[in-house]
C-alpha cells in the first residue's frame, strides 16, 4: 500500500517545481493501487463494475489524498467532515478500499465484498461508515448533496458537499431538477463532477440520448463550469482549489475520462460495464495494471 505524501499535493503558485512532480507521483501510485485493489476485490467474488469504477479513480483520490475533502482517519461518524457521494451507484464501491485505508471499515471487509452477511455490498448505503447516500438507483445523488449543502449553510457550519455523477446519469431529469435548485440556493459549498467517460452500458452516451455541452447545460443553471482531464491530478486539483472562489456559484467540473482506464481492452468498450474477465483477460488485465501506464 502506498503511503501518503508528507506534504500537500494540491497545486500551489509557490511551490517548487520538482516537489510539485514528487507530489503528483505519490497521487499516481494511489491511482495504481486502487484500481489493484479493486480488481482483487471484484474477481474475488466475480461480481461489480469494474470500468465504471477504473473512470472516477482519480477524482476519488484527488479528493481523500489530495488535501481537498476534510476529515479525520478513523472517524467516519465526524459531524463536521466534508460530505461526498458517489451518485453513479455502480461506481460506488471504488471508495471501499479507501473507506478501509481510512481506517473507516475494517479492511478485512474487502475480502467479503458482496458475500452474504458482508458489510460491503454491491452498492453503497449509509449502513456503510463513511457513505453519505444510498446510491444505487440513479439521479438523486445531486439532490441529496445539495440538501447537505444547504443545511450546511443553514446552520452555520463551513461543511462543503461533492457529488461525482455520471454522464449517463445525466438521462435522468432528477439531475437538473437539482442542478436547477442548487443554482437558486447559490450553494458555493456544493461541488458537482461529471465523470464523462461518454459511455453508458449499452454503448456510447452520444449514440443513444445526445447530451451535448454539459458545461452549457450546468452553466445555463447558474453554475461555474469547468471542463479538464479527469485523470489529470493538475487539472484536478486547480480546479478544485476554486471552491468558494464562485462567486456564489455551485461548481460543476465536467471530468473527460475514459472508462475502463487503466485495462486495455476494457477502455471504451461498452460490452465491459459488468462482465467479468475470464482467465486469459485476468492475466491481461493484471499485466496493464502493473505497467500502469496511466499518465498524468
Not at 193 to 218: C, H, W, Y
Request: hydrophobic share 40%.
Amino acid at each position: 500500500m502506498v503511503a501518503p505524501a508528507e506534504t500537500d499535493p494540491r497545486t500551489s503558485a509557490g511551490r517548487a517545481s520538482s516537489q510539485l512532480d514528487l507530489d503528483m507521483s505519490a497521487l499516481i501510485e494511489r491511482s495504481a493501487w486502487l484500481r489493484k485493489e479493486l480488481f482483487r476485490m471484484v474477481m474475488r467474488t466475480k461480481k461489480g463494475h469494474i470500468p465504471s469504477s477504473f473512470s472516477c479513480a482519480e477524482i476519488l483520490i484527488a479528493l481523500f489524498y489530495g488535501g481537498i475533502l476534510r476529515y479525520q482517519k478513523g472517524r467516519p461518524s465526524d459531524p463536521l467532515r466534508d460530505r461526498i457521494i458517489v451518485s453513479k451507484g455502480h461506481a460506488a464501491m471504488a471508495l471501499y478500499p479507501i473507506l478501509a485505508d481510512l481506517g473507516f471499515v475494517p479492511a478485512a471487509e474487502l475480502e467479503n465484498f458482496t458475500r452474504k452477511d458482508c458489510l460491503l455490498r454491491m452498492y453503497a448505503d449509509p449502513s456503510i461508515p463513511g457513505i453519505d447516500s444510498i446510491s444505487g438507483s440513479l439521479g438523486h445523488g445531486l439532490g441529496i448533496g445539495a440538501g447537505m449543502a444547504l443545511a450546511a449553510k443553514q446552520d452555520g457550519r463551513d461543511q462543503r458537499a461533492f457529488v461525482i455523477v455520471g454522464d449517463g446519469e445525466c438521462y435522468e431529469g432528477s439531475v437538473w431538477e437539482s442542478a436547477v435548485f442548487a443554482g437558486h440556493q447559490r450553494l458555493d459549498n456544493l461541488v458537482g463532477i461529471v465523470d464523462r467517460n461518454r459511455m453508458a452500458i449499452m454503448g456510447p452516451t452520444e449514440n443513444l440520448l445526445q447530451l451535448g455541452s454539459l458545461e452549457d447545460k450546468f452553466r445555463s443553471f447558474g453554475w461555474e463550469t469547468v471542463s479538464i482531464n479527469g485523470h489529470s491530478y493538475r487539472e484536478i486539483l486547480d480546479v478544485l482549489e476554486r471552491i468558494g472562489e464562485t462567486g456564489g456559484r455551485p461548481l460543476a467540473i465536467i471530468a473527460n475520462t475514459v472508462k475502463g482506464k487503466g485495462i486495455s481492452f476494457m477502455e471504451n468498450k461498452s460490452e465491459w460495464h459488468n462482465r467479468m474477465p475470464d482467465a486469459a483477460h485476468q492475466e491481461q488485465a493484471w499485466r496493464d495494471l502493473e505497467i500502469n501506464s496511466i499518465t498524468n
